[in-house]
């Protein structure tokens, strides 16, 4: 199942349901919007990730034939209420503590009203992405309990990225693979970044010993460095708190951020790039640069990056080669 919530992670959601369509059983996706704009260029299976809080969403569900998570009691009740068990995902809390019943009620709510129905057995992990946080060994445990008192038909799931590539064991009967697809996921170089964050050089100048660059003159100069101006900032959805020292490429060679980014413009210093000129590009991250490094180096994650590309920056989507 491949996850494309939050416009496919950025990347535009109805070029790579063009794309990808033939090589997946199904999308999820947590917005009903965006369920109905799959739903018009594809059959596959399409998972509601948090269900639905209303009979008109319950309605659409319905009639568009989307799977629905669903993950307490009152959306159970919404069900109920409709009479509508088809494709649903029963999502059990095992650790992380953010949707999904618990253990016990879950046991209640099959005893009651589970034991003759069909649905999936979902949940979702915590810390996938390290495989010596012991939290997903309690995950596992808990899950494998739950399993153990439902019929062996029950299909389940609850492996994301991070589980996929780190217990492939857990892989089950549904995948759910959303930053591996994108190439965002940390621990996997095999995995290449999509998508390209790049602008242009638009002035380069010297700056002079004991000087100080950008908002609040964050840094001042102990020698002369020559500063380049690009043409991005946090109103591109480069997040104002990027640090000194941040990684970009420029013409294939690493420059490094200067001074606190503006709403339009980022400060570096380029002063050991031969040959760097005013309309060369700056990439951000990109397929030969990995997206990695500007999230590690900052402590944020890849996701964030992606996601947050402000409607203001030209995107080009480009199959690929
Ligand atoms: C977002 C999401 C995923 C995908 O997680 P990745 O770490 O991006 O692979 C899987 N399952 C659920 C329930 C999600 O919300």
Same mark, same amino acid.
């Given at each position: ?5 939050s ?9 790579l349901?063009?794309d ?25 299976k399409?998972?509601? *990730? ?11 569900a ?19 209420k409709?009479?509508?068990?088809k494709n649903?995902?029963?999502?059990v809390?095992? $650790? ?6 618990? &253990? ?17 057995? *979902? ?6 992405d ?23 038909r029950?299909k ?21 693979? $959303?930053?591996?697809?994108y ?9 290449i970044?999509? *998508?390209?964050?790049?602008s242009?050089i ?5 700056? /002079? ?7 609040g ?5 102990s ?13 591109? $959805? ?24 503006? *709403? ?10 031969? &040959? ?19 999230? /590690?180096?900052?402590n /944020?994650?890849t ?6 590309i ?12």
């Amino acid at each position: 199942m491949a996850i494309v919530k939050s416009n496919a992670y950025g990347h535009n959601l109805k070029n790579l349901i063009y794309d990808i369509d033939n090589l997946v059983d199904g999308y999820g996706v947590v917005r009903i919007s965006e369920a109905n704009l799959i739903r018009k260029v594809s059959k596959k299976k399409i998972l509601l *990730m948090q269900g639905v809080y209303s009979s008109r969403d319950l309605k659409s569900a319905k009639k568009n034939n989307y799977d629905l998570v669903v993950h307490d009691q009152l959306q159970f009740d919404l069900l109920e209420k409709h009479n509508f068990f088809k494709n649903i995902w029963i999502k059990v809390n095992t $650790g992380m503590n953010r949707l999904g019943f618990n &253990n016990k009620d879950f046991k209640r709510l099959f005893d009651k009203s589970l034991f003759d129905k069909d649905f999936i057995l *979902m949940s979702h992990l915590a810390c996938s992405d390290n495989p010596k946080d012991n939290l997903n060994n309690i995950q596992f445990s808990r899950f494998d309990k739950v399993a153990s008192i439902i019929p062996k038909r029950i299909k389940k799931s609850i492996a994301n990225t991070g589980c996929l590539i780190n217990f492939p064991e857990f892989s089950f009967d549904w995948v759910r693979c $959303g930053i591996g697809i994108y190439g965002g996921h940390f621990s996997d170089d095999a995995l290449i970044t999509a *998508m390209t964050l790049r602008s242009r050089i638009v002035s380069i100048r010297k700056v /002079q010993p004991n000087e100080r660059v950008g908002y609040g003159g964050r840094r001042k100069l102990s020698k002369e460095i020559k500063i380049a101006n690009v043409y991005i900032g946090y109103a591109d $959805g480069l997040p104002s708190s990027l640090a000194d020292g941040t990684k970009v490429m420029i013409n294939n060679q690493e420059a490094t951020l200067f001074g606190k980014v503006s *709403m339009d413009l980022v400060t570096l210093d380029v002063t050991n790039i031969s &040959n760097c000129n005013v309309g060369d590009w700056c990439e951000f991250f990109s397929p030969n640069f990995s997206i990695k490094n500007i999230a /590690q180096f900052n402590n /944020q994650i890849t996701y964030d990056f992606m996601t947050k590309i402000s409607p203001r920056v030209k995107r080009i989507y480009k199959e690929l080669d």
